[in-house]
């Protein structure tokens, strides 16, 4: 037998498409790179990456106390503080979401279909939210124990979706193909199934670790300071002032960081297949004996990720009916505000993604990734930091459009923009190549390539997009702090005046509100887990 270095060409090309790379021949056989495709993504970048361009020139003109106020031992602690939440949280929730998605769609668990609603509940309820429930029942939940704790709860349905699509629509005969070579279980899931795993994964982990870079009500609730809750403390006492722009700039360059991380990791394995009749279906692994503890594990998950936080909130909506603190009109209005800009945002962000994630799947190009990554920048700022940007470039040079609903959804776009872009992409790598040559071979253009080809095949995952943006928009809190137009209130923002007066029943309405609001989407995000088949 010969060693398992010497099978891996054979597993390759006996599995078809398990690890199929992008080769000279492949490149240099592309069709033109469509420049109108490449104008409007230039465009939608510049957008995106206006606001770091003005962070950046705040923090320019602020370079002569840089020395002074980033070597401070206090910008070494927040700095370690923010690079320990990622370190921990972003691996909590790999595993966390590739385990139960492993459970969920590869073995014989008992009810699958509704493990796969619950493991996904937690996007229907805010962070913030969730930390407001635990600290109004056990206050010691402070700390980075409890920031880790909480947004790892929070954030392990972005590294499950994904993986639980793909883990459905992987071939089984891969896996049959490698171990008829010899190859051992193991060393087969590790040989096939992950490296086509791998962009799920890292596109999970980017956006938990760019949420967490951004993230400010959880850690605020928590009082772990970091970056994001030292910038608004700035802001907060000096407007735009010179330590929380530099403190922003080294944001940005964490987020970078991420960035860099991530292509690495995402790897260039392809994963769409040509026809999909012939694909083998999965072998569901029994469990046997271990079903009782598999599902233990997903109770427990669930329990605490959404069990206990709506409970809590429920148990103090109780209390504010009983004593009469529901205010029908302002929580309806409330709840209009939220919807309408939650539905402009998802809509503006699924248009702008399009272009970049199509430019580098049809054409990958230095040019390609260089455009659709400056698009993840401004989402690692916080909101307030976004928003002050966006309010120096409207009174600079767009005035009309100050203090109106659409710099907020501007602001929304650009801060989750990564959401749609990460579901465009899954979706089109999933979109076989093949289908579009054939199509442009028989003389159909690009848009109607794309109209009766590729949307047909996408659709699912930008519907996904739209909902993850939906669902963000709606939680969204300090951006829409500072650029709602005057007498709007989102439920966001009135849930955190009340419970930033630690007024639990008065704020239980609005978190009742935004759960509800958010737990119909989540069943929709179902779909690009069953639309893998």
Known sequence: ?????????????????????????????????????????????????????????????????????LLRPRTAELLANTLLLVALT??????????????????????????????????????FVSSYAWTSVLPSVQGLGGAVFITALAYYPFVFLPAAALLRALDQGHLDAARSLGVSGLAAVFRVVVPQLRPAIAGGALLVGLHLLAEFGVLEMMRYPTFTTAILQQFAVGFSNAAGSLLAAVLMLLCLGLLAAEVPLRGRARIARMGSGARQQPVVHRLGGWTPAAIGALTVLVGLSVVVPVALVLRWLVRAINSGMVTVAPLVAATGSTVGLALLAGLLATLAALPAAWLL???????????????????????VVVGLALVTLAVQWARPIYQTAGLAVLAYTVLFLPRATVAWRSGLA???TELIEASRSLGVSGLGTFVRVVLPLVLPSALTGFVLVFLATVTELTATLLLAPTG??????????????????????????????????????????????
Not at 361 to 370: D, E, G, I, K, N
């Open 430 to 432: 999933a979109a076989p």
């Open 90 to 127: 972003v691996p909590i929730t790999v595993c966390v979401g590739c385990g139960a998605a492993w459970l969920v769609e590869r073995t014989s668990l008992p009810g699958r279909g509704v493990w796969r609603t619950f493991l996904l509940a937690p996007l229907a309820i805010p962070a």
């Open 361 to 383: 799947h049809r054409y990958p190009s230095r040019l390609a990734t260089v455009l659709e990554r400056v698009t993840y920048v401004a989402s690692a700022l916080p909101g």
């Open 1 to 69: 037998m010969p060693a398992s270095s010497d099978l891996r060409e054979p597993v390759e090309l006996a599995s078809g498409l398990a690890v199929t790379r992008w080769s000279s021949a492949r490149d240099s056989s592309s069709p033109r790179r469509p420049w109108l495709v490449v104008a409007v993504t230039v465009v939608v970048a510049a957008v995106m990456v206006a606001p770091v361009v003005v962070v950046i020139g705040q923090s320019w003109a602020a370079s002569g106390e840089a020395s002074r106020l």
């Open 488 to 533: 709007t209130e989102t439920l966001a923002t009135a849930f955190w005046s009340a419970s930033d007066q630690l007024d639990y029943v008065a704020s239980a309405p609005y978190a009742a509100a935004m759960i509800a609001l958010s737990a119909p989407l989540t069943i929709l995000l179902r779909r690009q887990i069953l639309e893998q088949r």
